[in-house]
Structure formats: C-alpha cells, structure tokens
C-alpha cells in the first residue's frame, strides 16, 4: 500500500532557507503535491510536481524529485512569518492521479 | 471566484445523536471529495464523486456514515450516529480534473467535530 512519511517539526529563522523532506513509496505516482496548511483552515495548494520532472522552482518555491530514492523535498526560500504552517505533501495514484494519499504533515515555525 | 464552502465550520455534539456536513463545491467543478483528518494527521479520503456518482467509498466506514450528491453539485456527509471517534475536521475537495494538469484539488475550509 501506499504510505507518505514526514519529519514533525521544522525550526527556522525569519530570512533563511527552509526544507521540508517528505517520503513516498507507491513508484506509479505522477503528480506529488505541496499543501499548506494554516491554524484553522483547509488545506491551500502551493506546487506540484509532474513524476518525469525531477525540479520545479515557483518564486520563492523549489520543488525536488528523486524518484529513484522516492523523496520529494519543498525548499523556501527567504522564510518569512508568515510562512509558519503545517506543510503536507500528498501522492496522486495512476494516471488520472484522482487519489492522493497525505503525509502526516510537517509543522514549521518561523521565529523572527 | 469562490471557493469551497462548507457549512457548518464548527460542531459539538453528544455521541449517539445524528451529525450532518454540507459541501458546496466550486463552480463547474464535477469531481468531489470528502476528508476526514484527524488530529496531528493528514487528510484521509472518505468517498470521490464523479457528478453524482459515487466512484470510491472503499474508505468510507458504511455502518455509520453515509454521503450524497444527487444533482452533482452539492454534497451531504451523514454520521449515524456519532461515536467519540469521530471527533475529526471534516474537509471537502473539487476539482475540475482538467487534461495534463494532473488532479487539482481546492480544499474548503473544514467541519471541525466533537464529539462528547
């Protein structure tokens, strides 16, 4: 079966630059997703990522494909507040990809 | 445009007592998702519809919950009845599934559920 892994929590400094690492284990995914999650809200999409493309940069945004080693990373940079949130990255299965299957989520914290 | 509405945002209810989760989704948007996610966890799929048709509800836990779309716009989420463990945000997806652009879906704001 399908299973998206995360580390918990992520601490960083308003300015500097923050990775977020997720894990996956379902190889037929082709499309990985990064959504965001404030206090109170639905989930906002931020990217996402086509299985044959292994970098996508949107603004402050980078997205990083391994698929061989199935690891899928969120870099932001220039971390600001208000980039405090829980960050889920979530699989989509076959090729229409109408399942996605979500990590844990990551929680970040940005301290000023 | 709008975005997904959901109704109500919050509720508190006793167990054993019926529950009910309103989903609007966003315009022209044919494909519909119910979440369940709790605590600490990401969103789990309860059921997809394609219009009107449910077209998965493995995860759906049918003893207690049922789910409607019968024009194939809005949806209802039932629990009958509650149990504590159902204390969860209920959150409802759309998506228009547009070729090539892979399954975008835009998440409404949540039901948050307690159940005592």
């Known amino acids: 079966g399908e299973d998206v892994e995360q580390s918990l929590f992520l601490s960083v400094r308003e300015g500097d630059s923050s990775v977020i690492n997720c894990t996956y284990t379902?190889?037929?995914?082709?499309?990985l997703y990064w959504y965001k999650q404030e206090p109170g809200a639905g989930l906002q999409l931020l990217t996402y990522?086509?299985?044959?493309?292994d970098m996508k940069q949107d603004q402050r945004l980078t997205v990083l494909l391994n698929k061989k080693d199935k690891h899928l990373s969120l870099r932001i940079a220039d971390t600001q507040t208000g980039d405090s949130a829980i960050y889920f990255c979530?699989?989509?299965?076959?090729?229409?990809?109408?399942?996605?299957?979500f990590g844990g989520g990551t929680r970040v914290l940005v301290k000023p | 445009e709008a975005g997904v509405v959901q109704s109500p945002r919050y509720k508190i209810i006793e167990k054993k007592q019926p529950v009910a989760f309103w989903c609007n989704p966003i315009?022209?948007?044919?494909?519909l998702y119910w979440y369940r996610q709790n605590l600490g966890q990401g969103p789990e799929l309860l059921i997809r519809?394609?219009?009107?048709?449910?077209?998965?509800d493995s995860q759906l836990p049918k003893d207690r919950f049922s789910a409607e779309r019968l024009k194939g716009v809005d949806s209802t989420l039932k629990i009958q009845p509650a149990e504590l463990g159902d204390s969860a945000v209920y959150l409802c997806?759309?998506?228009?599934?547009?070729?090539?652009?892979?399954?975008?879906?835009?998440f409404g704001p949540g039901t948050r559920l307690l159940v005592l």
């Open positions: 997806a759309s998506s228009s599934n547009p070729t090539g652009s892979g399954e975008t879906q835009y």
């Open positions: 379902d190889s037929s995914s082709t499309y």
């Open positions: 990522i086509f299985s044959n493309m």
């Open positions: 979530a699989e989509a299965e076959g090729a229409a990809g109408n399942k996605l299957t």
């Open positions: 315009s022209g948007h044919n494909t």
């Open positions: 519809y394609e219009n009107e048709e449910a077209v998965d």
